[in-house]
């Protein structure tokens, strides 16, 4: 009897994750200065990098995945680990901040989980709840954790789209036909800069010990297919996963060149990976990194990667000119 109601009073206190974060919400006429851009965070371990976004004075804050490592069935586990999130006082000095935020599989559920995880759902309804997405029912029914916001007035737009590259993932799609359907409705918006934020990178030749959009080719002949069709100007992908950082640029897929920035070390590293469209690579255990914009008569975009005595050791600019139509 005892055992059955302490199992009613956990369920109770966990049957909802209140959000710990502010949403970004709307479109805004302030233009961004700087964005914080994170991804895999080991929840559990020390994470000093974390406490250093507090101090890059950024307008958004952009969780790509991995936030935790829930790697779990349990719902009520996964609640736990988001709790545990919420409690660290790095994760509360940037809560106040816009937040945009998508997942990765260690916070859908498991390793490699996708398509095929039994508890994706349940696994949704938490992370919406947890990342401050709005109740509204054409958002709570979506197939997946995506949005996409602009920010900032005309001349200084720079249009945020957060894919969810876990929900529908398989061994022959990265996305479904709604998702399809979504991104080419963003993409007729206009705005300046682009970023397209995947949790796995877009890049990232197949073959190596990490997912990426090429170990599913039709997938990302699709993605270029629909980007040269709507005439997509201002791009950069933005991703996570690899626990390093790194710069990534092909010059045979738009009328430009494509550029990825990519990092994912808050407390992890591991030797990179071969990547034949690598420009740069970082390593770090504990870094963290940002976005900022000069909106001057070129407007640009820097990427930058520092270490704990805040030492820059990864940069890239790129000048709205250079990744212009």
């Given amino acids: 009897m005892r055992f059955t109601l302490l199992i009613g009073l956990i369920i109770t206190l966990f049957s909802r994750v209140p959000s710990s974060v502010s949403p970004a919400s709307g479109e805004t006429t302030k233009p961004l200065k700087a964005i914080g851009i994170l991804a895999c965070l080991r929840h559990y371990e020390p994470a000093p990098a974390l406490d250093k976004y507090a101090t890059l004075d950024a307008d958004l804050m952009l969780w790509m995945g991995d936030n935790i490592y829930a790697d779990t069935d349990s719902m009520l586990q996964l609640k736990q680990d988001y709790l545990q999130l919420a409690e660290l006082e790095a994760f509360q000095a940037i809560s106040h901040i816009p937040t945009m935020a998508t997942w990765d599989d260690h916070d859908l559920g498991q390793d490699s989980a996708g398509a095929h995880y039994p508890k994706r759902d349940e696994s949704k309804t938490i992370f919406m709840d947890f990342w401050g997405f709005p109740d509204a029912p054409q958002v709570r029914s979506q197939p997946g954790v995506y949005s996409a916001q602009i920010f900032g007035p005309v001349g200084k737009r720079v ?61 990302q002949d699709r993605l270029f297919s629909l980007l040269r069709h709507k005439k997509t100007s201002g791009l950069i992908f933005v991703s996570g996963d690899q626990h390093f950082a790194e710069t990534s640029q092909r010059n045979d897929l738009l009328s430009y060149p494509v550029h990825e920035w990519t990092h ?12 034949q469209y690598r420009t740069q690579v970082a390593h770090a255990k504990h870094s963290y990194a940002s976005i900022t914009f000069q909106w001057s008569e070129d407007p640009s975009a820097t990427f930058t990667v520092r270490d704990l005595e805040e030492n820059i050791i990864l940069t890239h600019t790129l000048r709205l000119s250079e990744i212009s139509l």
Wanted: charged share 25%.
């Fill in 159 to 219: 249009q945020v789209i957060m894919l969810d590259t876990r929900y529908a993932n398989s061994d022959t799609r990265v996305l479904d036909e709604q998702q399809w359907l979504w991104l080419a409705q963003q993409l007729d918006k206009a705005s300046e800069f682009r970023l397209i934020v995947s949790s796995q990178q877009v890049l990232l030749p197949s073959g190596t010990r990490f997912e990426g959009w090429a170990d599913v080719p039709k997938e």
């Fill in 264 to 275: 994912a070390g808050i407390n992890q590293d591991e030797d990179h990976l071969p990547n």
